[in-house]
């Protein structure tokens, strides 16, 4: 029987080892189909954005304007221009007749416009390192709150087809970003958003790769 048992048990152990399986965390480029078909289109032409309210510290719609430019130059292979329209309403992106006429003779083209609201505020911030002295009772630090200065963006971004005016793409997308230093500037902040909306974007209209993380089993 003792040699019965400590068979059984080999052969338990032996199975069970056979069985093990391990996991391993790879990196994969998972690629994702486009919104829109922009390489159907000869020319991009980027306008200035509605804006609820104006900014004073720098020139938020110049500064928007000149970083599309720069951005789409890549992965956009046709012709980049830019066009000043006047927004008489945030209605403007449904006028269809606007934009035909503000096309004047350019066929094939889109008009990349949009609307954007840049704010800014003051929160406190409970410091992670002074949350164990606010439990400590009256030996607690005194200052356990800092002040963080708040970013935030709302970009919503619209693609017009020029002979239509219809609208071929439409999406919104906020980010926002807390800074230890008070004094941030906002056109600091401003492009620091815009560099977290960009990969929502261009995946939307280019179709980029996005990388994701997979487990895979080994035995």
């Keep these: ?15 069970a080892a056979c069985s093990v399986e391990t996991t391993r965390k790879v990196k994969i480029e998972m690629p994702s189909v486009p919104e829109v078909r922009l390489d ?10 509605w804006q609820d309210k104006e900014i004073q510290d720098f020139g938020l719609n110049q500064s928007l304007i000149q970083y599309f430019q720069d951005e789409l130059m890549r992965p956009f292979k046709g ?12 209605d403007l992106p449904k006028n269809r007749e606007f934009w035909k006429q ?31 002295a606010i439990d400590d009772g009256p030996f607690a630090k005194e200052r356990a709150w ?19 005016g219809e609208i071929l793409f439409q999406k919104e997308y906020q980010e ?15 492009y620091d958003l815009l560099q977290r909306i960009k990969p929502k974007l261009f995946r939307a209209l280019f179709g980029t790769d996005k990388i994701q993380e997979r487990y895979l089993l080994s035995k």
């Design 102 to 132: 503000a096309a004047g003779d350019a066929r094939n083209t889109l008009f990349l416009t949009g609307k954007v609201q840049f704010g800014q505020e003051l929160r406190k911030a409970l410091l992670a390192n002074e949350k164990r």
């Design 146 to 164: 800092a002040e963080r200065r708040n970013y935030s963006l709302k970009l919503e971004i619209f693609l017009i087809q020029s002979d239509t």
């Design 79 to 90: 012709k980049l221009s830019t066009k000043a329209i006047s927004w008489d309403n945030a």
């Design 1 to 15: 029987m003792k040699k019965n048992s400590g068979l059984m048990i080999f052969l338990v152990s032996l199975l």
């Design 40 to 49: 159907r289109s000869q020319e991009i032409i980027v306008t200035n954005f």
């Design 176 to 190: 926002q970003m807390n800074y230890a230093n008070v004094r941030q500037s906002g056109e600091f902040a401003f």
